[in-house]
């Protein structure tokens, strides 16, 4: 297992009530993949640099995980797919 550090935008459409089930959902990819979520930390509603999708802010979101490197590239099609992720990006941390 490896840790990683994931950062990604929640679409500002999802409201505030509901982030936080949009990161439980995250982190359910993540365990049904064999890893787990070690720490998450919000960064509340932002503006983005630049527009994505039409969309001006969006609700940001860090995430340190352990998982299993064979596992990231599955990992990021999910985040890709899923409608209420603007962006994300994954960094595999220092050993």
Request: avoid cysteine; proline fraction near 4%.
């Amino acid at each position: 297992m490896s840790n990683y550090e994931v950062v990604f935008i929640i679409s500002p459409e999802v409201t505030d009530e509901d982030v936080p089930n949009t990161i439980d959902k995250i982190s359910e990819l993540v365990s049904k993949s064999g890893g787990s979520v070690t720490e998450v930390s919000q960064w509340g509603r932002r503006k983005l640099a630049y527009p994505i999708k039409r969309f001006t802010e969006g609700n940001y979101v860090l995430a340190q995980l352990e998982l299993k490197p064979s596992l990231t590239m599955e990992l990021e099609a999910k985040l890709r797919l899923s409608n209420d992720v603007l962006r994300h990006l994954l960094i595999k941390l220092g050993d």
